[in-house]
C-alpha cells in the first residue's frame, strides 16, 4: 500500500503501525528504508525474515535528530560528534559501541550499532511522529530482498514486496546510493563502507586519515563482497576493455544491456543501451534505477562502464563491484 508521505494523516498511520511493531517502508535521501521500531528486537526480527537476510548481518538505526543518538550509544565519542555536527542530518552512519540492552537485534549481536539521522523530509517527519509515540529510532535497512538491488522510488518497493507493506511515496531519492559508515568505535576513523561523501571532506572533519577495515572492524550494513545484484549477470569492465569486448561480438551479439558513459554500441542490434551520467552525483542518483530498469528488459547480461578514478566515484565503483561478483 504506498501512501503519499507529504500526507500528514500517512504520517501519522505509518508512526502508529512503527509503535505497533509492523513494518514501514520510508524514503530516505539515500534509498528506501524498510523500517521496525530498533528497541523492539521482535518487530526488527520481522524485518530479517521479510527481506531474507541473516540475522547476523547488522541493520543502520534511523534517529530523528543527532540528541536522538545517545539512547542507543553508550558513548558518542569526540571523533563521532565531531562528524554528526558536520554531515547529520545526511548520508553518513557513524559505528560506536552500543547501550547495553537495547537494540542487540538490530546490530547483529554485535557490541556496536550503526547510526544515522537522514535528511529526507517525510523520514524526518516520521522519525519525530513515532518518538512522540515512545520510538526512539527505527531499524532501516534497503527495502529490498536481500542481497538485490536497492530501491530509489516506492514503485521499486511494491515491486518488492506486494501491495502488503505500507510504503510512504516521498519521489525519487536524492542521493541514490546508502549512506559511508565510518567506525568511530575505536579510537581512529575506518571507512567500513563509501557512500556519496568524498573521503577527503570526512577526514578533513576527522582531523586524521580515513583507515581501511581490517580483522577486527564491526560487522556492517552493505559490506559483503557480494550485493546489489541484478537477476542479470553483471559484468564491470574499462572503458576499452569493454570496447574490444563490443567489437569482438560483431553485428549478432548475444542479448545484453550496456550502461557507459564513453562506449556506444554502434549499429549491432540486440543491445540496449543506457548512457551513464558523467557526473558522480548524477550516476549515484540514477544508477539503482537504471540497473532496475535494464535488469527489467529481461537480458541475460548487463556490462557496465567501470567509473573513472576519483574518491568521488569510490561509492558508485563500490555497489558496481559488489554487484558484479554476486
Request: aromatic fraction near 4%.
Amino acid at each position: 500500500m504506498i501512501l503519499d508521505g507529504s500526507e500528514a494523516s500517512a504520517i501519522e498511520r505509518a508512526a502508529a503501525a512503527l509503535a505497533a511493531g509492523e513494518l514501514v517502508a520510508m524514503p530516505t535521501e539515500t534509498v528506501y528504508g524498510l523500517a521496525a521500531r530498533a528497541d523492539d528486537d521482535g518487530a526488527v526480527a520481522r524485518i530479517f525474515a521479510a527481506k531474507g537476510r541473516p540475522a547476523d548481518h547488522p541493520l543502520i538505526v534511523h534517529v530523528a535528530t543527532p540528541d536522538a543518538a545517545d539512547r542507543f550509544a553508550a558513548e558518542m565519542p569526540p571523533l563521532a560528534r565531531r562528524l554528526a555536527q558536520a554531515f547529520w542530518p545526511g548520508p553518513l552512519t557513524l559505528i560506536v559501541k552500543r547501550r547495553e540492552g537495547l537494540a542487540a537485534a538490530a546490530a547483529g549481536g554485535q557490541d556496536t550499532v550503526g547510526l544515522r539521522c537522514p535528511s529526507h523530509p517525510v523520514a524526518q517527519a516520521l522519525l519525530t511522529a513515532a518518538a512522540r509515540l515512545g520510538v526512539p529510532g527505527v531499524a532501516a535497512p534497503s527495502a529490498n530482498r536481500f542481497g538485490r538491488i536497492s530501491p530509489t522510488r516506492a514503485a521499486h518497493v511494491a515491486d518488492e514486496f506486494g501491495d502488503t507493506l505500507l510504503v510512504l511515496d516521498g519521489g525519487a531519492c536524492e542521493v541514490g546510493i546508502e549512506s559511508s559508515i565510518v567506525d568511530c568505535s575505536r579510537g581512529h576513523p575506518v571507512l567500513l563502507r563509501p557512500g556519496i561523501l568524498p573521503v577527503e571532506r570526512l577526514e578533513a572533519v576527522a582531523g586524521e586519515p580515513l583507515r581501511a577495515p581490517d580483522a577486527l572492524a564491526p560487522r556492517a550494513s552493505g559490506t559483503l563482497e557480494a550485493h546489489y545484484a541484478p537477476r542479470a549477470r553483471l559484468r564491470l569492465m574499462d572503458g576499452p576493455r569493454l570496447k574490444a569486448a563490443l567489437e569482438v561480438l560483431g553485428n549478432s551479439p548475444p542479448r545484453l544491456a550496456l550502461y557507459s558513459r564513453t562506449v556506444v554500441p554502434g549499429r549491432a542490434s540486440g543491445i540496449v543501451h543506457r548512457t551513464m551520467p558523467s557526473s558522480p552525483e548524477a550516476a549515484a542518483h540514477e544508477l539503482f534505477a537504471a540497473l532496475r530498469d535494464l535488469d527489467a528488459q529481461g537480458v541475460p547480461l548487463i556490462w557496465v562502464e567501470a567509473p573513472p578514478a576519483g574518491s568521488e566515484w569510490d561509492g558508485v565503483r563500490d555497489r558496481l563491484t559488489r554487484a558484479a561478483a554476486a
